[in-house]
């Protein structure tokens, strides 16, 4: 079945207490959706339930949790199947990013990043899918990847591993659950003004330099809105798009990426020459 409208429809969101999570409840809740949320930070999630309920939007079930554990994922999904049915949309949007030089990267950096942003979206959809497919009424998936997972970007060894892993999931999904009806959507976000701007770790690096602070301005401004990434993510749903762009550059970038091989490279190289500048000493 494909989704025309988010009018009653069941929708499953995680990383809704901020950022893109935050924004894609808001604007479903708008549209009509039925909604079940989940984050790990448990006052800014209530303040998003509120918010969405005084607005008069539906949340007919909210938890707070890590989807890097199972259990929970599993105990959540069985409180929702046995008391709501299965989902209609499946939204994996909760991520962390940790970013670092090889020589930097510690062991539980790896994990870290694995178990949230690529074992997480998997907990969901081991939950949640064989239920959706066996109510046969089609359905749609979003996972939530990245440019990380479109480009070798210098620095992005751990987390381009979870978010190329979950394209690779996806790719394989896209197909494998097309004949059950149900839609995938890979959705591969550029710069987004979000929380994780001021969070993101990078190993070996002052945060406080001058030139990473530099770079973090330059990121704000040229960066989209949770909202307007929202809108792109609902959009796509709607339309039953695979690959999902919150902004151009991003779309411009994977084509040029597949045309034009040699200057990928190059531009690649020197992005990586002026990160590595900043571990030298000054």
Known sequence: MCISSLQDKKCFITGAASGIGKAVAIAAAAQGAELFLTDINAVQLESVVNRIRQSGGRISAFRVMDIADFPAVQDFAHDILAAHGSPDILMNIAGISIWGSIENLEHHHWRRSIEINLMGPIHVMECFLPAMIKAGRGGHLVNVSSAAGLFGLPWHAAYSASKFGLRGVSEVLRYDLKRHGIG????????????????IEIMGVDSNDSEVQKLKQHFQRHAVTPEKAADAIIKGVLARRYMVFTSMDIAVGYWFQRKFAWPYEFVMRQLNNRLHALTKPR
Request: aromatic share 0%; hydrophobic share 40%.
């Open 184 to 199: 995938v959507s890979l959705v591969c976000p550029g710069g987004v003004n979000t929380g994780l701007v001021d969070t």
